[in-house]
């Protein structure tokens, strides 16, 4: 297991991916893009994660390898 690490980070963007499957059936999958050190992570989240936060937003992200638990900013915590 990769070790549960909290970082400075910036949300750089929020995005929103939809593909449509091979029924014809849209299918989402929403990303929070980072940077952390100079270096650029994404992390899937939920809709509810990915509406309560602001792109530009700096504070502590929480995660574990490619795993999203937290990020707080402006004194608000948004949890997985």
Excluded: C, H, W
């Amino acid at each position: 297991n990769s070790p549960i690490l909290t970082e400075k980070a910036t949300l750089l963007r929020k995005i929103n991916d939809t593909m449509i499957d091979t029924n014809g059936v849209p299918m989402t999958t929403l990303y929070l893009k980072f940077e952390i050190n100079g270096i650029t992570r994404k992390f899937t989240v939920s809709g509810r994660i990915y509406r309560s936060v602001q792109e530009n937003s700096i504070g502590l992200l929480t995660y574990q390898g490619t795993r999203f638990i937290s990020f707080e900013s402006n004194g608000v915590k948004v949890e997985r």
